[in-house]
């Protein structure tokens, strides 16, 4: 199984990006769905999660200004930013609950991260 994130770059003050992440492999299925961000230098922090019955979840620094989504055909999940604030430059990771078979609880996967830059 392999998580692969991109939609990252540079936008200023203001802007907008949209995230995405495919799952591919062989999965039995996908449950939760999620997105994470690293400062360099500090921890890892979580930002917005999915379930696989739609429930969302944001940090209290998303809310209002970010949302997640899923496309369960495609095994894609997106991070729609809006309002972005320098502040909110880190890596971006994709992490998702998988499946792989009906006897096996699901495992955590992560994707290689995509750079969001917010210049000011």
């Known amino acids: 199984v392999q998580l692969q994130a991109s939609g990252g770059g540079l936008v200023q003050a203001g802007g907008s990006l949209r995230l995405s992440c495919v799952a591919s492999g062989t999965m039995f299925s996908i449950n939760d769905m999620g997105w994470y961000r690293q400062v360099p230098g500090k921890q890892r922090e979580w930002v917005a999660r999915?379930?696989?019955?739609?429930?969302?979840h944001y940090a209290d620094f998303a809310k209002g200004r970010f949302t997640i989504s899923t496309d369960n055909a495609k095994n894609t999940v997106y991070l729609q930013m809006n309002n972005l604030e320098p502040e909110d430059t880190a890596v971006y990771y994709c992490n998702a609950a998988i499946s792989l078979s009906s006897t096996q609880w699901a495992s955590e996967y992560w994707g290689q991260g995509t750079l969001v830059t917010v210049s000011s």
């Open positions: 999915i379930t696989k019955a739609s429930t969302t």
